[in-house]
């Protein structure tokens, strides 16, 4: 799953923005942001700080997609994810 990405890609398009203009901002190469938005690559919690503020979206709706992403990126081919998530959510629920 790439969330992260495909959203990053959606919000840059519809602003009419430049792949490069985005990399700019967030102080990478554009080759890097473009295999970000394809899944390829993984950006870190503060480029997608610096890109929610240059594609003004909502930070921790970023985070959140971030998240998402890396966690499914540990579980997604282990047959013990949805028993060790369901353990996760019910211990979350609790505190």
Do not use: C, H, P
Not at 14 to 26: D, E, H, I, K, T
Not at 61 to 83: G, Y
């Amino acid at each position: 799953m790439n969330y992260l990405g495909d959203k990053l890609r959606t919000l840059r398009e519809s602003q009419g923005l430049l792949l490069r203009q985005a990399a700019a901002f967030v102080e990478v190469d554009t080759a890097f942001l473009s295999k970000v938005e394809r899944g390829e690559k993984k950006a870190s919690k503060e480029q997608v700080i610096k890109l929610s503020e240059f594609l003004k979206a909502q930070e921790n709706d970023l985070l959140i997609l971030w998240l998402a992403d890396r966690i499914n990126d540990v579980v997604e081919k282990d047959t013990n994810a949805t028993q060790a998530l369901k353990l996760v959510l019910k211990n979350l629920k609790a505190s």
